[in-house]
C-alpha cells in the first residue's frame, strides 16, 4: 500500500477519531466530579453573597458550614425531609411529572407555567437561632429565565440581599440587574406589610423616598423596564400566596424544628 493511498488517508484518519474520541470521553467522565463540585460551589458562593456572608479569602465549604439546607414543600408550606438535600435540583423537579406543579395563567406573574412543588430553602443559623432566610426565586424578563437568591432578616419582611447569578439579559440594558449600584438599593427594603400583605414592587422609574410606600419599592431600569417588571413580578410570585409565604407565615409561628 502506498503511503498516499485513500486506504491509508481513511486509516490514520479514523484511528485519529478513535483516539480522540476516547480522550474526549476520558476527560468527560474523569472530571465529571469535580464539575459537579464546582456547580455545587458556585451555587454556594451565591447563596453566601445574596446572604452578604460571602469572602473572598475564606474556602466556600468553610463559609457555608453555617447554613443549613432544608427542603419546603410548598403545597403545605412545611419542611419534608422526603429529599436529599445534598442532591435535590429543584429544576430537575419542576420538569419531573411526579413532583412538578403547573401554576395556573392568573397566578403565573412570573411566567414560569411550572415550577417545583419543592424548594431548597438556607437558613443562616447562629446557636440554633434563625439569623437570615435565604430563598431561590426565579421568573421571566425580557429575554430569559433570569434565577437568583433573595435573603430575609429573621423578621421575614426585610430584604437582606437580593441578587441574580444565572440570566441572558442584554448587557448594558436588563443586564444591569447585577449592578453593583443597582442591587445595593435592596437591603433594607420590605417585602410584606404590617398586615402580611406582600408588597415589594419594582417602579418604572425611581422611588420617591418621601413616599410612605418608598420602604417596598425599588427603582426601576431606564430603558429595560421590560426586564424590570419581571424582577417585580417574580418577587410578587415566590413571595406571594402560591410561593413561599404559606412556608414563611408557618415558619414565623412554628419555627425551624417543625
Ligand atoms: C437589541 C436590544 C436589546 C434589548 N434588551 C433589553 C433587555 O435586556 N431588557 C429590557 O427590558 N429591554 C431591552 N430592550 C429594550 C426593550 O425593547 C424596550 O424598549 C425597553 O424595555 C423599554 O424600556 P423603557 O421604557 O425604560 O425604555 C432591548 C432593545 C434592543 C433593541
Known amino acids: 500500500m502506498s503511503k498516499d493511498s485513500t486506504a491509508k488517508v481513511l486509516s490514520v484518519a479514523f484511528l485519529l477519531c478513535v483516539i480522540c474520541s476516547i480522550l474526549v470521553s476520558a476527560a468527560a467522565v474523569g472530571l465529571r466530579e469535580r464539575q459537579e463540585r ?8 451565591n447563596i453566601l453573597q445574596a446572604a452578604g456572608l460571602y469572602e473572598v479569602d475564606i474556602p466556600v465549604e468553610d463559609q457555608f458550614s453555617k447554613i443549613q439546607t432544608r427542603i419546603v414543600d410548598l ?77 430575609l432578616a429573621n423578621d421575614f419582611s426585610t430584604v437582606n440581599g437580593f441578587a441574580f447569578y444565572e440570566h441572558g439579559e442584554t448587557p448594558g440594558l436588563g443586564g444591569e440587574i447585577d449592578n453593583p449600584s443597582w442591587k445595593k438599593q435592596w437591603p433594607g427594603k420590605k417585602v410584606y406589610d404590617e398586615a402580611g400583605k406582600t408588597r415589594i414592587e419594582v417602579l418604572k422609574g425611581t422611588v420617591d423616598k418621601n413616599s410612605q410606600d418608598a420602604i417596598y419599592q425599588a427603582d426601576g431600569l431606564a430603558g429595560a423596564t421590560l426586564t424590570a417588571r419581571g424582577v417585580g413580578n417574580l418577587l410578587k410570585y415566590w413571595m406571594g400566596d402560591n410561593g413561599y409565604k404559606p412556608f414563611i407565615d408557618k415558619l414565623k409561628t412554628a419555627g425551624v424544628k417543625q
Open 38 to 45: 464546582n456547580k455545587l460551589e458556585e451555587k454556594n458562593k
Open 75 to 151: 403545597q403545605t408550606g412545611e419542611f419534608t425531609a422526603e429529599f436529599d438535600t445534598k442532591t435535590f435540583d429543584s429544576r430537575a423537579r419542576a420538569r419531573d411529572p411526579e413532583t412538578s406543579y403547573r401554576i395556573s395563567s392568573d397566578l403565573d406573574l412570573a411566567a414560569i407555567k411550572t415550577r417545583s412543588r419543592y424548594m431548597d430553602v438556607y437558613l443562616v443559623m447562629d446557636n440554633d437561632i434563625l439569623q437570615q432566610l435565604i430563598l431561590p426565586v426565579h421568573g421571566k424578563g425580557l429575554w430569559s429565565t433570569m434565577y437568583g437568591f433573595i435573603s
